[in-house]
């Protein structure tokens, strides 16, 4: 017997196959994107308090209502757009699950959906899931600027659906209002959506900024926004998430998410009200904390000759090897892991072209592993060929 064909052109995730590489290695895990720090304590607080008290049974599908309002509230602060709790937000097991529904909800079977190169490695694989055929647009190194015409020419081809991530995993670009209102142009032309995957957006390095898609003229009634709390409460084990879009599109999400998973746990739903709740002066801590990770590791990348790309957002940093001499990336993280002892992910498992010369590193870890981590990098140099 045969397995279906949908699974056969895609492998597992290369990510979290390296976090098991640095197990085996006892390698520092610079690869898959959590940190080895505490949420805030408001909410550990709260989660002990739930324990006792509940809610311990199901929440309504698609999320418990104080958690949507409490969710809507904060979106509003942040990007001036009002959304109504009851028709525009689902809670998901997070944005892993959110952005799967949404696909599944926006593109039928056979359509195309637009990805920008390099992207987070679900991404083709959800389209492929959903018997969709990813097109891939190239962001061009060292910048990862994009031309708009070969991003017109995918939706001139047939896209029903761009997915976009901003500020980008891997490559930590923000990309710029103008950027946005190139391709908020080029779908509106097109009659097309765009599903964006906002995860990083509290995670921005001045003096760059985060335009949220959904707020440009026009682009409210075609976007669908996924996120997640995990990065910006690190919180990566509650796997909470969400989507946001026009009532009329998330109906149909709201299917998908029901029949995918029935619901998000309740009793992490009701301990999260303690972070959609916390006050400004987090989220200034929160970039204050994460430029000085950027700050410090990069200055140890620099202090080792490591070439790189500095990021705007999120907290990765894509390294070029290109000078080891290595034909695969994936020997080179191997290698890296059981003879250096800090652990990253190939590049070529973010890229649809050829390329094997990157690798990604995070830098989401206390200082004392930051700093562990270069210590050991020091030494990179010895699998040079």
């Given at each position: 017997?045969?397995?279906?064909?949908?699974?056969?052109?895609?492998?597992?995730?290369?990510?979290?196959?390296?976090?098991?590489?640095?197990?085996?290695?006892?390698?520092?895990?610079?690869?898959?994107?959590?940190?080895?720090?505490?949420?805030?304590?408001?909410?550990?607080?709260?989660?002990?308090?739930?324990?006792?008290?509940?809610?311990?049974?199901?929440?309504?599908?698609?999320?418990?209502?104080?958690?949507?309002?409490?969710?809507?509230?904060?979106?509003?602060?942040?990007?001036?757009?009002?959304?109504?709790?009851?028709?525009?937000?689902?809670?998901?097991?997070?944005?892993?699950?959110?952005?799967?529904?949404?696909?599944?909800?926006?593109?039928?079977?056979?359509?195309?959906?637009?990805?920008?190169?390099?992207?987070?490695?679900?991404?083709?694989?959800?389209?492929?899931?959903?018997?969709?055929?990813?097109?891939?647009?190239?962001?061009?190194?060292?910048?990862?600027?994009?031309?708009?015409?070969?991003?017109?020419?995918?939706?001139?081809?047939?896209?029903?659906?761009?997915?976009?991530?901003?500020?980008?995993?891997?490559?930590?670009?923000?990309?710029?209002?103008?950027?946005?209102?190139?391709?908020?142009?080029?779908?509106?032309?097109?009659?097309?959506?765009?599903?964006?995957?906002?995860?990083?957006?509290?995670?921005?390095?001045?003096?760059?900024?985060?335009?949220?898609?959904?707020?440009?003229?026009?682009?409210?009634?075609?976007?669908?926004?996924?996120?997640?709390?995990?990065?910006?409460?690190?919180?990566?084990?509650?796997?909470?998430?969400?989507?946001?879009?026009?009532?009329?599109?998330?109906?149909?999400?709201?299917?998908?998410?029901?029949?995918?998973?029935?619901?998000?746990?309740?009793?992490?739903?009701?301990?999260?009200?303690?972070?959609?709740?916390l006050p400004d002066s987090y989220y200034e801590q929160l970039q204050e904390t994460y430029a000085k990770k950027r700050e410090l590791f990069?200055?140890?990348?620099?202090?080792?000759?490591?070439?790189?790309?500095?990021?705007?957002?999120?907290?990765?940093?894509?390294?070029?090897?290109?000078?080891?001499?290595?034909?695969?990336?994936?020997?080179?993280?191997?290698?890296?892991?059981?003879?250096?002892?800090?652990?990253?992910?190939?590049?070529?498992?973010?890229?649809?072209?050829?390329?094997?010369?990157?690798?990604?590193?995070?830098?989401?870890?206390?200082?004392?592993?930051?700093?562990?981590?270069?210590?050991?990098?020091?030494?990179?140099?010895?699998?040079?060929?």
């Open positions: 017997m045969q397995t279906s064909l949908r699974t056969a052109s895609f492998t597992d995730s290369v990510i979290r196959r390296m976090t098991r590489v640095c197990l085996k290695y006892d390698a520092i895990n610079l690869s898959q994107g959590f940190p080895d720090f505490d949420p805030p304590a408001e909410l550990t607080k709260r989660l002990s308090e739930v324990a006792l008290s509940g809610p311990h049974q199901y929440a309504v599908t698609w999320g418990a209502q104080n958690v949507r309002e409490a969710l809507a509230a904060k979106i509003k602060h942040f990007s001036g757009q009002a959304v109504d709790p009851n028709s525009e937000l689902v809670i998901t097991c997070g944005s892993t699950e959110a952005m799967m529904a949404s696909v599944l909800a926006t593109v039928n079977p056979g359509e195309k959906v637009a990805i920008f190169s390099p992207f987070y490695e679900n991404y083709g694989a959800d389209s492929i899931l959903c018997d969709a055929q990813p097109v891939y647009v190239p962001l061009k190194p060292p910048s990862f600027t994009f031309d708009p015409a070969e991003l017109e020419q995918a939706f001139a081809q047939g896209a029903k659906a761009l997915i976009l991530c901003n500020p980008s995993n891997p490559c930590g670009k923000v990309f710029t209002r103008e950027e946005l209102e190139t391709i908020s142009d080029i779908i509106r032309r097109y009659d097309a959506f765009v599903i964006t995957d906002e995860v990083y957006e509290h995670l921005i390095f001045k003096p760059h900024t985060h335009t949220y898609l959904a707020t440009l003229p026009g682009m409210k009634e075609r976007t669908l926004v996924c996120n997640s709390f995990s990065k910006t409460y690190s919180i990566t084990g509650w796997r909470l998430g969400y989507v946001q879009g026009p009532a009329h599109i998330i109906e149909a999400v709201r299917k998908v998410h029901d029949f995918l998973t029935v619901g998000a746990a309740a009793p992490l739903q009701e301990a999260l009200i303690a972070g959609l709740t990069c200055s140890g990348l620099d202090e080792i000759g490591l070439e790189y790309y500095r990021p705007q957002g999120a907290y990765y940093v894509l390294v070029d090897i290109g000078s080891f001499g290595y034909d695969s990336d994936v020997q080179f993280c191997e290698d890296l892991a059981r003879k250096v002892g800090v652990g990253a992910v190939p590049g070529s498992s973010f890229f649809k072209e050829k390329v094997n010369n990157y690798i990604r590193f995070h830098f989401a870890k206390k200082e004392e592993t930051l700093t562990a981590a270069l210590e050991r990098l020091k030494n990179i140099h010895i699998l040079k060929r």
